[in-house]
């Protein structure tokens, strides 16, 4: 008992905690000491106990002077043990609750229970020996300038229960924050990940002998597929006009390809995928495409926004012609005698509402005529206009 | 008197989009066309000059039975409305729930019965209305079993040329 010094319960340099375990009473040897209730708190560097009722009174004895450690298993009305093996103290020790004693271990009494945990932990901290790496630059003796670090938060009656609410709360805020963090680093990353991205394409464009044509054609694909490298958000172009019509360039010179793949026609619903697919973290808004895409005409970037009479919206190509759709459809009707909207989107694979719209304009055009029955709405070559049979 | 031969169904008959009333105004102009045509072709070779929209509905000349289409309400009275603008069709009531099929108008059927007189020199004499619509002679003349009530409308409209004369009820003069 005589190797424990007084402390102020301050972390020393470079240590850290490892494990605390409240209710612990300390055996001087055989012998009970008044330090009967406090909480035991193991740290890389030293074995602290602190009172529970007077958080002032607190000693501590350091890890190096441990020379070995064993467990004592409790019974009934004995609580379990900790034994623990001290060295003869050093001479320069700070002054200590007891001055001489006449045993070289001191017993630790558990009584809610913890000591296997704190007897490996123990061994596993004598076995680090973290102090030493340390000890350079700090001795055994608590450092004074430990920060105004309050007591430890003891749980008792229902301003124990409320502090514990408070530090649960001020945990779960950390972590918050913490997550937060996270994200706002992930966004960080990307960015950089898409400038990566590109500078690939362009060694790409270099090496382009190495690799092979198709390898090329599909790895910039993929690169494409990872998005827009710089994409226009209102931090870069502000709102209102402006960015409306900077937007636009971005979604004309994007879905310039898919257009021409889709026959020059694609749903909005359809766009606003592709463009926020593309975009990855920088999300649009439906209604800011929408006002993009309104601007598209008067931009003049090769499609337009169009609204078909029954209110569907898509992009189309200026180089879209309704007369080719009205005469390809018109013939595709002719050759399997009728046709429903599902029927026409599996045979030019476009989906079920552009085969509709398709289907209705050829119907305006008269080109069709239509067979609402209980089967459906099917659609028939026009056989009223011509004129005989 | 019951149809002596069965009825030639025109080809939109089995066409099933013509028991869909189409968008397309052109088109549909052409669907109420034949429509018309077929109403009146119906009824002349049936000699029906009635028409009750409601029995109308489930008769096979709305509905084929063959490609289970049938043209909806709306598409009758389209037909049916269609036509009376032109004069084929004249509504019982203002409800629109029956009315009488002109399969020729009131002037056709009266120029066809004048021709017929001039043709076998019944003018300047007196025939009946009988002998007109069940004599033995005009067995082969369209106007042969119509009724009395449309004949009489007929040579009234004669009458009011100056082509014939009503005399009583049962007879009629036709002058040159």
Redesign the interface.
């Known amino acids: 008992m005589d190797r424990f010094s007084w402390s102020t319960g301050g972390p020393l340099y470079g240590e850290k905690e490892i494990l605390k375990q409240s209710s612990v009473r300390i055996y001087d040897g055989d012998e009970k000491t008044s330090y009967d209730d406090g909480s035991l708190i193991l740290t890389t560097h030293q074995i602290i106990w602190r009172d529970s009722s007077d958080f002032q009174i607190c000693i501590s004895v350091p890890l190096c002077l441990v020379v070995f450690c064993e467990k004592q298993s409790g019974g009934i009305g004995r609580s379990a043990k900790l034994s623990v093996h001290l060295q003869a103290a050093q001479a320069n020790r700070t002054p200590g609750p007891v001055s001489r004693s006449r045993y070289d271990y001191v017993r630790f009494s558990f009584k809610n229970g913890g000591e296997s945990e704190f007897h490996t932990k123990l061994q596993s901290a004598m076995q680090t020996k973290e102090w030493e790496k340390t000890s350079s630059q700090a001795t055994s003796s608590p450092v004074s300038k430990s920060s105004a670090k309050t007591g430890p938060i003891r749980a008792s009656g229902i301003v124990g229960i409320e502090r514990k609410i408070e530090e649960n709360r001020r945990v779960t805020d950390k972590n918050i924050s913490v997550a937060f963090q996270d994200l706002t680093k992930l966004m960080e990353k990307a960015k950089e990940m898409v400038s990566l991205s590109s500078n690939i394409a362009n060694k790409i464009k270099d090496k382009k002998g190495d690799i092979t044509d198709d390898e090329t054609v599909k790895f910039k694909s993929y690169l494409l597929s990872l998005g827009i490298p710089n994409p226009v958000t209102k931090e870069t172009h502000g709102s209102g006009t402006h960015y409306h019509m900077q937007l636009a360039h971005e979604i004309a010179s994007l879905l310039k390809q898919p257009l021409e793949e889709n026959a020059g026609i694609m749903l909005l619903s359809d766009a606003y995928c592709r463009i926020n697919r593309a975009r990855g973290m920088e999300l649009l808004s439906p209604e800011d495409l929408l006002n993009a895409c309104r601007m598209l005409d008067n931009l003049k970037l090769h499609m337009k926004l169009r609204e078909f009479e029954t209110g569907v919206l898509v992009l189309q190509l200026d180089s879209h012609s309704d007369e080719k759709v009205i005469s390809q459809t018109t013939e595709l009707v002719d050759d399997s005698k009728s046709l429903s909207a599902q029927e026409l989107a599996n045979l030019v694979s476009v989906s079920v509402l552009l085969a509709k719209e398709r289907l209705l304009l050829a119907e305006r055009a008269g080109k069709l005529c239509r067979d609402d029955s209980d089967e459906g709405l099917r659609f028939y070559p026009n056989l009223f206009a011509q004129p005989m049979r | 008197m019951a149809a002596s031969t069965t009825f030639n169904w025109p080809?939109?008959y089995d066409?099933?989009?013509f028991?869909?009333i189409?968008?397309?105004a052109?088109?549909k102009a052409?669907?109420i066309e034949?429509w018309c045509t077929l109403v009146l072709e119906y009824h002349q070779h049936n000699k029906l000059l009635k028409l009750r929209v409601a029995d109308a509905l489930a008769s096979p000349l709305f509905s084929n039975k063959a490609i289970?289409?049938k043209l909806p309400k709306e598409g009758v009275m389209e037909v049916l409305e269609s036509l009376c603008k032109k004069g084929n069709v004249q509504w019982d009531d203002k409800s629109k729930t029956s009315c009488v099929i002109y399969w020729k108008t009131i002037e056709q059927w009266a120029d066809i019965i004048y021709s017929w007189a001039s043709k076998t020199g019944s003018l300047n004499t007196v025939c009946t209305l009988h002998e007109l619509t069940q004599g033995p002679h005009t067995t082969s003349e369209p106007f042969h079993g119509l009724d009395d009530w449309l004949l009489i409308k007929a040579l009234s409209t004669l009458q009011s040329r100056g082509k014939a004369e009503l005399i009583g009820e049962e007879g009629v003069k036709f002058f040159a």
């Open positions: 080809w939109q066409f099933p989009p028991f869909t189409q968008k397309n052109d088109t052409k669907q034949a289970e289409r």
